[in-house]
């Protein structure tokens, strides 16, 4: 089977872009809220590679030791295609990296009811294209 050559499907919203360059380039984590179709989607803005490597992670803990060998086997080569894959691209100076996900670690949900549902390993992954909107909070605060 002949491997799909992807299309980059991004956004033109510039702070968005500047977001999603500080978590993958200088690996910065964000909160931030996003809407996708009308659905809050609250988290905290990761990088692939530091999504790859949380999921990775996260799969170990499994109590199914066969399933958590295979998820942990799955996305380390996952990561490892990423990487291989953005080196090539910033090798090809005609070529620039253009992110088409977007990730979070401890995502929750705000539903219709204004309940959120959370779980401290939710990993979030999303097309960049399908944001509609989003909100994003540098402070220190504590939670």
């Known amino acids: 089977m002949a491997k799909k050559e992807q299309e980059p499907i991004s956004t033109d919203d510039a702070v ?3 977001l999603l360059s500080l978590v993958e380039e200088d690996g910065i984590e964000v909160e931030i ?5 009308g659905t809050i989607i609250s988290g905290t ?9 949380g999921v990775t992670e996260s799969s170990k803990q499994l109590q199914d030791t066969t399933m958590s060998k295979f998820l942990s086997k ?7 295609a990423y990487a291989k894959q953005k ?10 990296f253009t992110p088409t996900f977007i990730h979070l670690k401890h995502a929750t949900y ?22 509609d909107g989003f ?3 540098f402070s220190t605060r504590q939670t």
């Open 16 to 18: 968005l872009l500047m």
């Open 33 to 37: 809220s996003i809407v996708v179709n």
């Open 45 to 53: 803005l990761i990088g692939a590679s530091a999504y790859y490597e």
């Open 74 to 80: 799955k996305f380390n080569t996952l990561k490892e």
């Open 87 to 96: 080196q090539e691209d910033s090798e090809n100076e005609e070529k620039e």
């Open 110 to 131: 705000l539903s219709a009811a204004a309940e959120r549902t959370y779980s401290n390993s939710t990993w979030w992954r999303g097309k960049i294209s399908s944001v």
């Open 135 to 137: 909100s994003f909070d």
